[in-house]
């Protein structure tokens, strides 16, 4: 049973456009939620987190949106680039335990 | 990738071997973790070590053990190599017990035929 549940699967995107990308989860104990991207043949890297005492955090054309009610949050990206083609990942953590989603691979077109 | 390296990058065995991935850090990092990444599942933790000889269980934890004799390594063993463990294996790290963020290696193709 999947704890974070991610959507859509995959993205396409025009350059200058929104991508955006949504989590829920069902385990209220989680309390850091980050959001990796993965570049073919390389490991996840943390691109940005928040934490639920938080409803919005933003870092340049990365915001997150967290909804503590509804147990969901979102990734947005402002302004797309193809150098953001990547496979992105939300997760939610809490004692040890890091949960992940089963990804988003966004193309964004030139 | 944060002083993390992962051998082999790529192995391709049969059924019924033993496998060993090795995950060895630079950091001098207390926490270590093995996740196998599958289309569809995302990254699921196999096991974990909180310090040296401290390992735990994950999520996915049948048909592996894993052993941390010194601070920068950590060994994945498959005893009994089958098809479903087919994947890509990834070590990351972790600081300290309040900082959750976690550092990636570049991963292991796994193909066990």
């Known amino acids: 049973q999947q704890q974070v549940k991610q959507s859509p699967q995959s993205l396409i995107v025009q350059k200058g ?10 385990n209220t104990a989680f309390d850091y939620f980050p959001w990796y991207q993965q570049f073919p043949g390389k490991g996840p890297a943390l691109l940005i987190a928040i934490r639920p005492d938080v409803s919005e955090k933003k ?23 193809p150098g953001d083609s990547a496979t992105y990942f939300c997760a939610a953590y809490n004692n040890n335990d890091m949960r992940f989603g089963a990804g988003t691979r966004l193309t964004v077109k030139p | 990738d944060a002083g993390i390296t992962q051998s082999p990058r790529h192995k391709v065995t049969e059924t019924g071997t033993p496998v060993t ?26 096991h974990y070590s909180y310090g040296v000889k401290d390992t735990d269980k994950g999520e996915v934890s049948d048909g592996y053990s894993v052993s941390r004799s010194k601070t920068e390594d950590f060994l994945l063993t498959l005893e009994s190599a089958t098809s479903s463990q087919t994947s890509v294996y990834f070590c990351a790290i972790r600081g300290t017990s309040t900082n959750e963020k976690l550092f990636f290696g570049s991963g292991t193709q796994l193909s066990v035929l």
């Open chain 1, 17 to 26: 456009g929104i991508s955006i990308i949504n989590c829920a989860y069902e």
């Open chain 1, 59 to 81: 870092e340049g054309r990365f915001t997150i949106s967290f909804n503590k009610s509804a147990k969901q949050f979102s990734l947005h990206i402002m302004d797309s680039q």
């Open chain 2, 21 to 46: 991935l090795r995950c060895h850090q630079t950091e001098n990092h207390r926490y270590m973790y093995w996740y196998r990444q599958d289309p569809g599942h995302g990254l699921r933790l196999i």
